[in-house]
């Protein structure tokens, strides 16, 4: 028996989480999978993870019209409850943001003007370009979570079977999309 997107994506919601600050209602938690630091759901759907308040908006009310977001009343990343979220720009969820007092304290980056920010990117871009050779690669570089002998056995390993590239994160200890980015040779093209 085939289990429908609704039910799939219901079945990984507790309905019993906390009541947020400011809110009324509890909120309803994403259970499953999240997108990294953002602490924000995933729902995988049609091999491609989303946003799960965003399936939920959808789900609930139909498509979001380009250009929106769908934004957090109770700003709980992992909350999928329907009434908690809402519709707005960039901008609408910047001025949410700020009239809650989100804004992390001496973040720098936050206060920085336009024409500021270009300024200092300009800078570090002029710079990183003229020192190329001097930049980490590969293991050297602080975020790598491979060395170059597993890359080389990663593309050697790899047959494009499907499901291969969850096989051989799991086996060298990292993500699907570091493993993929290897073997399309996205990434790691010195070796």
């Known amino acids: 028996m085939q289990v429908s997107v609704e039910e799939r994506f ?15 209602t509890k909120c309803w938690v994403w259970t499953a999978a999240v997108f990294g630091k953002t602490n924000y759901g995933a729902f995988q ?20 019209p380009a250009a929106l977001f769908v934004l957090h009343r109770c700003d709980n990343p992992k909350c999928v409850r329907p009434d908690h979220l809402f519709l707005g ?9 700020d009239s809650k007092g989100r804004q992390a304290q001496g973040d720098r980056h936050a206060m920085t003007t336009l024409p500021d920010l270009r300024s200092r990117l300009s800078k570090v871009m002029s710079s990183s370009q003229r020192h190329k050779e001097s930049r980490p690669k590969g293991s050297t570089h602080w975020n ?3 060395t170059e002998k597993d890359v080389l056995k990663i593309r050697a390993e790899y047959t494009g079977k499907y499901g291969q590239y969850i096989s051989l994160a799991k086996k060298y200890k990292t993500t699907r999309v570091v493993i993929m980015n290897i073997v399309k040779k996205k990434t ?4």
Do not use: C, Y
């Open 188 to 191: 790691w093209q010195h070796v």
């Open 10 to 24: 219901w079945s990984k919601v507790n309905e019993d989480g906390p009541v947020m600050k400011g809110m009324e």
């Open 89 to 97: 720009t960039h901008k609408d969820n910047m001025n949410d943001r």
């Open 45 to 64: 759907l049609e091999r491609q993870a989303h946003r799960a308040h965003r399936i939920a908006w959808m789900l609930t009310f139909g498509e979001v």
């Open 144 to 146: 790598a979570q491979v």
